[in-house]
Nanobody
Framework: QVQLVESGGGLVQPGGSLRLSCEPS????????MGWYRQVPGNERELVAI???????NYANSVKGRFTISGDIVKNTVYLQMNSLKPEDTAVYYC??????????WGPGTQVTVSS
């Protein structure tokens, strides 16, 4: 069973930075992609950034140039460096992992609040 645990969320002022981490708490499996999504109450969960097993990355337009995804998919770990944070980045951030079989896994989420 894949279990993912996020950490690094919190309260930060506009313009500040946070680094989110996602690590496995159980067995490690081969993943096709890993990434970060976020969700605000009342809205759908949206893609923030994703990294493939080949190392290619993709970002939501709203975070390009501010956020950087990195990690080691072989070890089922992924990070999200978030700079120049804005109030509209406030959300619960979820770690995601997709296996080659099509199975999809989620962490429990970590709250990020950007406010002065």
């Amino acid at each position: 069973q894949v279990q993912l645990v996020e950490s690094g969320g919190g309260l930060v002022q506009p313009g500040g930075s946070l680094r989110l981490s996602c690590e496995p708490s159980g067995s490690i499996f081969s993943m096709r992609t890993m990434g970060w999504y976020r969700q605000v109450p009342g809205n759908e969960r949206e893609l923030v950034a994703i990294i493939s097993s080949g190392g290619s990355t993709n970002y939501a337009n709203s975070v390009k140039g501010r956020f950087t995804i990195s990690g080691d998919i072989v070890k089922n770990t992924v990070y999200l460096q978030m700079n120049s944070l804005k109030p509209e980045d406030t959300a619960v951030y979820y770690c995601n992992a997709d296996r080659w079989t099509g199975a999809r896994y989620w962490g429990p989420g970590t709250q990020v609040t950007v406010s002065s």
